[in-house]
T-cell receptor, first 115, second 108 residues
Framework: GAVVSQHPSRVICKSGTSVKIECRSL??????MFWYRQFPKQSLMLMAT?????????EQGVEKDKFLINHASLTLSTLTVTSAHPEDSSFYIC???????????FGSGTQLSVL | RKEVEQDPGPFNVPEGATVAFNCTYS??????FFWYRQDCRKEPKLLMS???SGNEDGRFTAQLNRASQYISLLIRDSKLSDSATYLC?????????FGAGTILRVKS
């Protein structure tokens, strides 16, 4: 089946630094990518939806200047957490969807810990 | 009210037991329904889609009641490997909305 690669799997950083997370679709063209965040014992919360070549659409309450999303190609989307703070510590997961295909393929997630 | 509600559990059951999870959703316009399984600190994995007529996949049976906006998952003959968090998922347009999950622990 289709594979989505997400890197890094774990990041520990100091408060104030920026962290970039990559999500790649390996054997299909991902026209749409979704970024989720999951706090312990809570549901996956959709942060934003990105379509290749256009600006991401952010969910209510998600700061677009804080969480920069780039979807410059059909196989790569990146999420950059700018000036990370301890409250940004969470599990971030991407998922990718091909054109006309409702099935989602998930990355393996990134555990971000901000000290 | 959350868009997708689930009993968080945990459900602690012995091997071989039958266990059922329920889920309610608030958006009557939802057309697609799924059960995902998530292991700790891993990505969710699609367990099965849920169809109006109900569907079965091996030991797993899913049911949908559109009138009540209710979805269920039945697991028969539980295995130790079934221990995980089960996520009820519905669509909102082209997006998926996840429930917070129900924890299942199967013990020998």
């Amino acid at each position: 089946g289709a594979v989505v690669s997400q890197h890094p799997s774990r990041v520990i950083c100091k408060s104030g630094t920026s962290v970039k997370i990559e999500c790649r679709s390996l054997d299909f063209q991902a026209t749409t990518m979704f970024w989720y965040r999951q706090f312990p014992k809570q549901s996956l919360m959709l942060m934003a939806t990105s379509n290749e070549g256009s600006k991401a659409t952010y969910e209510q309450g998600v700061e677009k200047d804080k969480f920069l999303i780039n979807h410059a190609s059909l196989t790569l989307s990146t999420l950059t957490v700018t000036s990370a703070h301890p409250e940004d510590s969470s599990f971030y997961i991407c998922s990718a969807q091909g054109a006309g295909n409702e099935k989602l393929f998930f990355g393996s997630g990134t555990q971000l810990s901000v000290l | 009210r959350k868009e997708v509600e689930q009993d968080p559990g945990p459900f602690n059951v012995p091997e071989g037991a039958t266990v059922a999870f329920n889920c309610t959703y608030s958006n009557s316009a939802s057309q697609s329904f799924f059960w995902y399984r998530q292991d700790c600190r891993k990505e969710p994995k699609l367990l099965m889609s849920v169809y109006s007529s109900g569907n079965e996949d091996g030991r797993f049976t899913a049911q949908l009641n559109r009138a009540s906006q209710y979805i269920s998952l039945l697991i028969r003959d539980s295995k130790l490997s079934d221990s995980a968090t089960y996520l009820c998922v519905v669509n909102r347009g082209n997006k998926l909305v996840f429930g917070a999950g129900t924890i299942l622990r199967v013990k020998s």
